[in-house]
Nanobody, 126 residues
Framework: QVQLVESGGGLVQAGGSLRLSCAAS????????MGWFRQAPGKEREFVAA????????YYADSVKGRFTISRDNAKNTVYLQMNSLKPEDTAVYYC???????????????????WGKGTLVTVSS
């Protein structure tokens, strides 16, 4: 069993920055792809970013490319999402996911992830 706990969400003005963290526990973390997804009110959950187990490959949704950066520290069993130049449309609950599949596969959408965190709310005011 794996537990994923997100943190770092909050209220920020448009143009600001936040860094989300996702701490994993329960089993070996380093051999799994990790990703971030988000769900805005009234919308379906969508892919944001994913990173391979060795951090050699990263994938981003077009809407966040150039503004968000995903990274991981396998020694700390933690994955991060640095979010810069935030926009009101980035407002959502952000979820961390762990999957035995590849990071590229995670980029195709939220279906079939092995484990999910409970999410952290990001609110961007205009």
């Amino acid at each position: 069993q794996v537990q994923l706990v997100e943190s770092g969400g909050g209220l920020v003005q448009a143009g600001g920055s936040l860094r989300l963290s996702c701490a994993a526990s329960g089993r070996t973390f380093s051999r799994n792809a990790m990703g971030w997804f988000r769900q805005a009110p009234g919308k379906e959950r969508e892919f944001v970013a994913a990173i391979s187990w060795g951090a050699g490959s990263t994938y981003y949704a077009d809407s966040v490319k150039g503004r968000f950066t995903i990274s991981r520290d396998n020694a700390k069993n933690t994955v991060y999402l640095q979010m810069n130049s935030l926009k009101p449309e980035d407002t959502a609950v952000y979820y961390c996911a762990l999957d035995s599949n590849t990071a590229q596969a995670m980029s195709r959408g939220p279906g079939g992830m092995d484990y999910w965190g409970k999410g952290t709310l990001v609110t961007v005011s205009s």
